[in-house]
């Protein structure tokens, strides 16, 4: 004669109530309002200065580019961004923060920073030239474009963001 088997409870996570879930859920969710309000002020002054319509500065192109690359923080200042990347081996392009930069400085920062890997020629030459090369070969810059000429801030904005929908594709 077997003795009968009480059913086994299954336990559920680690036992918390449905009333400290809940308390759980509100407060990971107001700690997620307040960073994103915090992050977005941050990088709205960086998209700001970048949205107008003349020339890219060098120093908003390597804050911009630093940042949407992972490889600066929002809240660092134009000369920590140089410093910072130079320190990192970035081959920055040449001129005052002030001064517009080309397609080419561009596209040589966003292979850099990116960590796009170029044809043999960019390999063997890397610089702004094989670098906007490599990207226009990509599709990433139109055609009429010639890497001398200064690239505005929505054409800028633009190309970061076929850089980075072309990279999400890649992985």
Not at 70 to 95: C, F, M, N, V
Not at 124 to 144: Q, V, Y
């Amino acid at each position: 004669m077997s003795v009968p088997r009480r059913p086994v409870e299954k336990k559920r996570g680690r036992g918390y109530t449905p009333h400290q879930m809940k308390r759980a859920g509100l407060i990971a969710a107001a700690l997620l309002a307040v960073v994103s309000v915090n992050l977005f002020g941050q990088y709205g002054q960086i998209l700001h200065a970048a949205e107008g319509q003349g020339p890219l500065s060098i120093g908003e192109s390597i804050r911009l580019l630093g940042v949407a690359s992972g490889s600066l923080r929002p809240e660092i200042g134009p000369d920590e961004a140089r410093s910072t990347l130079q320190k990192l081996g970035i081959g920055l392009p040449k001129g005052p923060d002030d001064s517009p930069v080309t397609y080419g400085g561009y596209a040589f920062l966003v292979t850099q920073l990116f960590d796009l890997r170029g044809s043999v020629a960019y390999g063997l030459f890397p610089g702004p030239r094989s670098a906007f090369n490599e990207l226009r070969g990509l599709g990433l810059i139109p055609s009429r474009v010639r890497q001398g000429h200064l690239i505005s801030g929505p054409d800028a904005l633009l190309l970061l963001r076929r850089v980075i929908s072309m990279r999400r594709v890649v992985r």
